[in-house]
């Protein structure tokens, strides 16, 4: 796959038609591409150094032809169906009530202390919180088992996307008050205190995702990505931290959540051993998930494999890998082609038609995309189930928290001042 090397010029043009075209540096297409190339950049300069399976020319050219799919999938969608950031805010204030809205922060707020709470209970019943503290790894170990009985249905509001989406969606239609962004901003420190690196990824995501429709200008949003950057350095610090106990040098245990491409070269030089699998195994791993319940036959084979010459470190690999797997060089163009449509599509559904159900479902997105490097998002459950929860919680909570507000509204001579309806200022 070397020769796939000559579309670096084409890749490089629709990158920048893709700008062209939204005008958004912060549209996760760049987000993707960003995390990309520095990837290749790091696995080049340090992956030989530092004992690692090196990424070659093939398979820097597996990568270069999927995302250069990926590019054409989303100038293809854009230019069909193009994003509206302008007028984005005064849509969304237009569709969703701001008193509803808030009145379904608060009731999602405090489902997420109780969700907090009960874990944080369950940890100190069943393993005690001063060996957790003596012993982080012990409560990864609980959860990834089993140990930790995570099937409480509170649970949910821990690691769903749908609860930072309606607290941000709440800070932009109650511009002039304060509890919107207190909570917000509570709820995001809470998101911190996770055990497992995805879902804190996806959570700040999804937050980020809501801000770049809502917010009248892209600049703006400076400070709160500089704030969310500086929170998830934090905790991967204290990953690193956790992972310095390991008998391996720090340099290769700080490479080794980079090392996804060195993994994707070894699968392509058939390092892993082929398991029992059906087709399209992993790009389908919802249905398959889903099915077995039906069908043993049909459970999916486990997705962990070992880190390439370094068995000690867990392993990281891009979403390119499963793809692979499933369907060889077609994997690589035409899932990435379909995920590349899949963004822009929801993009410019969110800021054409932003709504609780759109707002998260740009927000998975947002969230898949920022872990393509470690997880394949895009076949499991979150883009799904995201948008499942959200169209719940418009149904359960947020009609009948806007029935209420309409209802007390004129009663307590309240009146919101809707955000200013003057078309927003392009970035």
């Known amino acids: 796959m070397s020769a796939a090397l000559f579309l670096l010029p084409v890749l490089g043009g629709l990158i920048g038609l893709v700008y062209v075209q939204t005008r958004n540096p912060l549209h996760p297409f760049f987000a993707l591409i960003s995390i990309f190339t520095i990837l290749v950049l790091v696995n080049f300069l340090f992956a030989q150094p530092l004992g690692f399976y090196p990424l070659r020319l093939d398979g820097l050219g597996a990568v270069v032809l999927a995302l250069t799919a990926l590019s054409l999938g989303v100038v293809g969608a854009t230019w069909a169906v193009p994003p509206d950031r302008a007028g984005a805010r005064r849509r969304l204030a237009r569709l969703v009530d701001a008193d509803g809205a808030l009145l379904l922060a608060v009731v999602l707020f405090a489902l997420c202390l109780?969700?907090?709470a009960f874990y944080w209970i369950e940890v100190q019943q069943r393993l005690g919180i001063g060996a957790v503290l003596a012993r982080p790894a012990s409560l990864k170990a609980a959860e990834l088992s089993g140990?930790?009985?995570l099937t409480n249905p509170i649970y949910l509001f821990r690691v769903n996307a749908v609860v930072p989406v309606a607290l941000t969606m709440a800070a932009y239609l109650n511009p002039d008050r304060r509890l919107p962004k207190v909570m917000l901003a509570v709820a995001l420190t809470l998101m911190l205190f996770q055990v497992r690196r995805d879902?804190?990824?996806n959570l700040f995501a999804a937050a980020l995702a809501v801000a770049i429709v809502a917010a009248p200008r892209l600049r703006g949003l400076a400070l709160p990505l500089g704030i969310?950057?500086?929170a998830i350095s934090a905790m991967g610090i204290g990953v690193l931290a956790l992972l310095s106990t390991l008998p391996l040098?720090?340099?290769q245990i700080l490479f080794g959540y980079t090392a996804a491409l060195s993994s994707f070269q070894a699968l392509l030089d058939g390092f892993y051993p082929e398991g029992p699998h059906q087709p399209l195994e992993y790009t389908l791993y919802v249905f398959y998930s889903l099915f077995k319940y039906v069908d043993e036959?049909?459970?999916?084979e486990s997705i962990i494999r070992l880190n390439p010459a370094q068995p000690l470190l867990p392993n990281t690999y891009s979403f390119l890998a499963d793809f692979y797997v499933d369907a060889g060089v077609a994997g690589l163009v035409i899932m990435p082609l379909l995920i590349g449509m899949l963004m822009a599509g929801a993009c410019s559904?969110?800021?054409?038609?932003p709504t609780l159900v759109t707002l998260s479902l740009f927000a998975a997105v947002y969230g898949a995309a920022a872990m393509s490097f470690v997880n394949n998002e895009w076949s499991w459950f979150m883009i799904p189930g995201t948008v499942f929860y959200a169209a719940l919680c418009t149904v359960l909570l947020l009609a009948p928290c806007t029935v209420l507000a309409r209802f007390w509204r004129p009663r307590l001579g309240v009146s919101i001042?809707?955000?200013?309806?003057r078309p927003d200022q392009p970035p």
């Open 114 to 116: 109780l969700a907090n």
């Open 417 to 421: 001042r809707p955000p200013d309806p």
């Open 147 to 149: 140990y930790l009985a």
């Open 249 to 251: 040098p720090f340099g």
């Open 228 to 230: 969310g950057l500086t």
């Open 349 to 353: 559904l969110a800021t054409r038609r």
């Open 297 to 300: 036959f049909v459970r999916p």
């Open 199 to 201: 879902p804190i990824i």
